[in-house]
């Protein structure tokens, strides 16, 4: 997209709070209609630099555009965002449908109309028949419906949404994470989706921003985030993977650089090691049976070091703590990185 | 082992506590029925309905009684306003002298009330104010502002900060979002504290001796009717007036603001 | 949904105002202080300060003019016997007053904190309300009517046939008088009457902060219930005691109407003050007498905090 301006940009942002630095130098361009998830531990900036978008909140320095219209100094209210709250923040005095109609009240839309269009994004959501309740008489799930049209039916240019399924239990968080997918793709809207569950960042999103300490440490698309990590931290956060010291990947063949290996990368071994794999001899610490897929947490003879282990839950039925394995390390799976954060 | 039930002594001292607390009361009641009207003889002699007529009739109570629904009405508006104001920026807010405002808004009900009087009445004799109305109701406002703002601090800190962000991020201005979210959801604790300020308005003896010029508020004229009794049982009837009337604003407070009270 | 553009947002002076005010949280603080600040800052600080500064003036003798020249003369005629004796009696009848408040407000606070439940709390609460917010004058003329002479104790011990020991009661030194109604006793109890509620409530609220599984577990780690009281509830429910001991403390510190209605003809500070500045028309002693309540409860107030009292209000 170098025709049009990115939806959102940061120029070298800063947010200072005393001697703490919330948001550390982040540089940043979203696309238009682009699915985009700020992903990080919490205290990381991702809920800073949201705030920094919605207006709620200046930049130290630096400058955030959005749209190509530079953003200092302008109110929340003045801004083509809107945003989809942690809490919800449904408004307690009002009910569904009022809530929903709230953004085109305030910019002098008819009662009429307003109401009408209110209820075509609650029928988005799928709650046309709930309009008359009082945010209280809902579920968890339906004020998160509730919030997301009250969000677009202002049609904003970019969705900001705050963690807005954390509070949901898992099977329904799962569903929402499906429908906000396809909403998304339906609308053509920007979202910009802030969680700390890297399942749901990788799974929905176009691009992930990984923040730590206030920095973005990497950014890129789901896969490439995974499966090549720039950091250590990436490695272990996005994708709980090992972490193999220099030294270690250098002994087994590989570059000599700290490198990510992917739990589910790893072998095991009942006869010599096949071309392109290095064998390293390691006993079983734990085994966890996990449906799908069978843990194992093992240490590597002669070196400081664990790993976690992936196979197929049909393997390894009868393997338990104490057992002695030949792992089978794919030298294509050992991944350098540049740093620790 | 968990004690679900108190001890019998508990409950008991607990029911006694409450006794003393309103037993003293239904004797106000009592002697407005009174035949006799020289002394506080008790028993009654005599039961009699005559007293109310007989205060029904005094032009100087009624003018008592208007000039304290006068006092406690500006007082109150005086203080709901100022109250509200200090709510809302001590609510959330931390700034450079926070502690100092809300230990100047306690003052004027922490300290004795004779030196919140004595004070005024130096600072209106300095200024050559003349007692009346006025000084009347900078005194009364001055201490009912605390109330006002004891019962808005706590429904503002109720209200979700994220409310005002969501109202501006859908698009209204600071004024719009006060209009349509922040009024609605603190009304009631207004209602309750303005209701609380009247009625202590309405009862305010202490700092009102200093601050009234000749006109009499109705504790001021109840005041000099305990001092220099001229006929008792009318006195009492006033009593029962002034019980019935505070009783309402305060129970309507009450409800108002209950399930902020720790009541669920 | 449709893709009908939205109308502008409203433009105007509010909007731009609330624009600016925004943009600069400190506007917007001011806007919001500035009012409140200028009311209690000139009108109740700039009375104390009038207040104060008359203290430091003193009454020429034989004109009976204020003498504007400033002396600590007023507070040295406070250290006059009689004047002292008048601190004194006010400031023990003080700690009398919140001591038995306190005695008789913990079973209450405790009761209603720790076992009234859904109705009855509600009832509990209106209980200690309702005589908190009624009209102080009516209390104190209740109790009027209650210690008289002729009034309802009388009458009580006289169908009880204990007229001796109200008699006797009456009879001990520096308590008693003629009627219980001319007596520190009765000053006493209206006193505590009156102030009670301003404890229970303070109380109640530090009670409830105290969660149930606590006294359970000082119970469960072998307490007797006196040591659970001792060890566990009552540090606990002491800064709600404190900020309540703020109010009974303060409130008698500075009346003058209950010793005026019932009590003895010994002065009380407030009296002292209403003479003084009424019908004695020494202006500048009213003051330096009612600098010793603010300076008692400056005091105390300042302890308080150190307590964490505020925090129970």
Redesign the interface.
């Known amino acids: 997209m170098t025709f049009a301006a990115p939806a959102v940009r940061f120029r070298a942002v800063t947010r200072h709070f005393g001697p703490v630095k919330a948001v550390d130098g982040v540089d940043l361009e979203i696309a238009p209609g682009e699915f985009f998830s700020m992903l990080g531990p919490s205290g990381s900036g991702k809920t800073t630099c949201l705030r920094l978008i919605a207006g709620f909140d200046q930049p130290s320095s630096g400058e955030i555009e959005i749209f190509g219209v530079a953003s200092a100094g302008v109110p929340p209210y003045a801004r083509a965002v809107n945003t989809v709250f942690q809490d919800y923040a449904l408004f307690p005095h009002m009910n569904v449908l009022d809530n929903v109609a709230y953004g085109l009240m305030v910019r002098g839309v008819g009662k009429r109309e307003r109401h009408a269009k209110a209820a075509e994004a609650l029928a988005l959501v799928k709650l046309g028949q709930h309009g008359d309740r009082k945010p209280v008489q809902l579920s968890g799930g339906q004020r998160q419906r509730v919030a997301l049209a009250r969000a677009l039916v202002n049609q904003p240019r970019v969705l900001l949404l705050d963690e807005p399924l954390g509070a949901l239990d898992l099977k329904l968080r799962e569903e929402m994470q499906v429908e906000l997918k396809a909403l998304q793709r339906k609308l053509g809207t920007a979202f910009v989706f802030v969680t700390h569950d890297q399942g749901e960042a990788l799974s929905m999103s176009d691009r992930v921003a990984v923040f730590n300490e206030g920095k973005i440490v990497q950014v890129g698309p789901p896969e490439e985030i995974y499966e090549r990590p720039r950091t250590e931290f990436v490695a272990r956060f996005v994708g709980g993977s090992n972490v193999l010291p220099a030294a270690v990947a250098r002994g087994l063949g590989g570059p000599d650089a700290p490198c990510s290996l992917r739990p589910e990368a790893i072998a095991l071994l009942t006869g010599p090691a096949p071309e392109g794999q290095a064998a390293l001899s390691a006993v079983i610490e734990d085994a966890q049976y996990h449906g799908a897929a069978r843990r194992l947490l093992v240490a590597v003879a002669g070196a400081a070091l664990r790993l976690a282990v992936s196979i197929p839950a049909g393997e390894g039925g009868g393997l338990g703590p104490g057992q002695a394995v030949t792992l089978g390390i794919p030298l294509s799976a050992l991944w350098p990185m540049e740093g620790a954060r | 082992?968990?004690?679900?039930?108190?001890s019998r002594p508990?409950?008991l001292?607990?029911l006694?506590?409450?006794l003393?607390?309103?037993v003293?009361?239904l004797?106000?009641f009592l002697?407005a029925f009174t035949t006799e009207e020289k002394?506080?003889?008790?028993?009654p002699p005599g039961l009699t309905l005559k007293w109310f007529g007989v205060a029904f009739g005094r032009q100087d109570i009624w003018d008592a009684i208007g000039l304290s629904l006068r006092v406690a009405a500006l007082a109150t508006t005086?203080a709901l306003?100022?109250?509200t104001?200090?709510a809302?920026?001590l609510a959330r807010?931390q700034?450079f002298g926070r502690e100092a405002?809300s230990l100047?808004?306690?003052?004027?009900i922490?300290?004795?009330?004779?030196?919140?009087g004595?004070?005024?009445?130096?600072?209106f004799n300095?200024m050559e104010i003349d007692y009346g109305l006025l000084t009347i109701i900078?005194g009364h406002?001055?201490f009912c502002?605390v109330v006002v703002y004891n019962n808005a601090v706590a429904r503002f800190r109720r209200l979700?900060g994220?409310?005002v962000?969501?109202?501006?991020?859908?698009?209204?201005?600071?004024?719009?979002t006060f209009r349509?979210?922040i009024l609605?959801?603190i009304a009631t604790a207004l209602l309750a504290g303005g209701m609380?300020a009247f009625?202590?308005s309405f009862?305010e003896?202490?700092v009102t001796?200093f601050t009234a010029g000749q006109q009499s508020t109705l504790?001021i004229w109840?005041?000099s009717e305990?001092?220099r009794p001229r006929q008792r049982p009318v006195?009492n009837v006033v009593?029962v007036f002034?019980?019935l009337v505070?009783?309402l604003p305060?129970?309507a407070a009450?409800y108002l603001t209950?399930d902020e009270?720790?009541?669920k | 949904m449709s893709i009908a553009a939205l109308p502008a947002p409203r433009a105007g002076v509010l909007r731009g105002l609330s624009d600016f005010l925004l943009r600069r949280p400190g506007a917007y603080l001011a806007l919001l202080l500035v009012p409140p600040l200028l009311w209690l800052g000139i009108i109740y600080l700039g009375s104390l300060f009038a207040l104060l500064t008359n203290s430091f003036f003193s009454v020429d003798e034989f004109s009976g003019t204020i003498d504007y020249t400033l002396t600590l003369s007023s507070y040295g005629q406070l250290f006059q016997l009689a004047n002292l004796d008048i601190v004194i009696r006010t400031v023990l009848m003080a700690a009398a007053v919140t001591l038995a408040s306190a005695a008789l407000a913990f079973p209450v606070a405790y009761y209603a904190a720790r076992y009234a439940k859904g109705r009855m709390k509600a009832v509990f609460y209106l209980a200690v309300m309702m005589p908190l917010w009624s009209s102080y004058l009516v209390k104190v003329y209740a109790w009027k009517l209650i210690l008289a002479k002729e009034g309802i104790v009388s009458w009580i011990a006289d169908t009880l046939g204990v007229t001796v020991v109200l008699d006797g009661v009456l009879a001990l030194p520096v308590v008693g008088g003629p009627s219980l109604s001319t007596s520190y006793i009765g000053t006493f109890l209206v006193f505590t009457y009156v102030w009670l509620p301003y404890m229970i409530l303070p109380l109640q609220a530090s009670l409830e902060r105290v969660p149930g599984n606590l006294v359970e577990a000082s119970e469960d780690l072998g307490a007797h219930p006196a040591q659970t009281f001792r060890h566990v509830i009552l540090p606990l429910a002491l800064p709600g005691m404190i900020a309540g001991s703020i109010f009974t403390f303060s409130l008698t510190l500075g009346d003058y109407i209950i010793p005026q209605i019932v009590g003895g003809s010994n002065l009380f500070i407030g009296q002292a003050v209403l003479i003084q500045q009424g019908t004695a028309g020494n202006i500048p002693l009213a003051a330096a007498f009612t600098v010793v309540p603010v300076a008692i409860m400056g005091l105390y107030l300042w302890g308080a905090k150190r307590t964490g009292a505020f925090d129970a209000l």
């Open positions: 082992m968990r004690s679900d039930r108190a508990l409950k001292a607990a006694g506590g409450l003393f607390l309103h003293p009361l004797f106000v002697y002394s506080y003889q008790f028993p005086v306003v100022l109250g104001l200090i809302a920026a807010r700034f405002v100047l808004v306690i003052l004027p922490a300290l004795p009330g004779i030196v919140t004595i004070a005024l009445r130096a600072a300095l900078l406002a001055t502002i979700s994220s409310l962000e969501a109202s501006m991020d859908l698009g209204a201005d600071g004024f719009q349509y979210v609605p959801n609380l009625a202590l009862d003896v202490i001796t504790p109840m005041l305990l001092v006195t009593a002034v019980i505070t009783f305060i129970l009450y209950r009270s720790g009541h």
